[in-house]
């Protein structure tokens, strides 16, 4: 199974994307949700997705990802 990170900062959207189809039976698994670039960057360490789903233009940090993210990856 992939583990999947979503990334947007609007809750509706994000609600959006975590019901728009059933995760499971496309043997992914949701394992966060945050609202920025970096919450993002704190729990890739732990969380250690496979994929990450990413808004382009969010508050504190967006999803130009910088060399530090590059590495975690």
Avoid at 28 to 57: H, M, R, W, Y
């Amino acid at each position: 199974m992939y583990k999947l990170l979503i990334v947007e900062d609007e809750m509706l959207l994000r609600q959006g994307i975590v019901h728009m189809l059933n995760w499971t039976e496309h043997d992914f698994l949701i394992v966060g949700q945050v609202s920025n670039g970096k919450e993002a960057l704190e729990c890739i360490d732990t969380l250690k997705p496979d994929i990450i789903i990413t808004d382009i233009i969010m508050p504190v940090m967006d999803a130009s990802m910088p060399p530090s993210m590059r590495a975690a990856l």
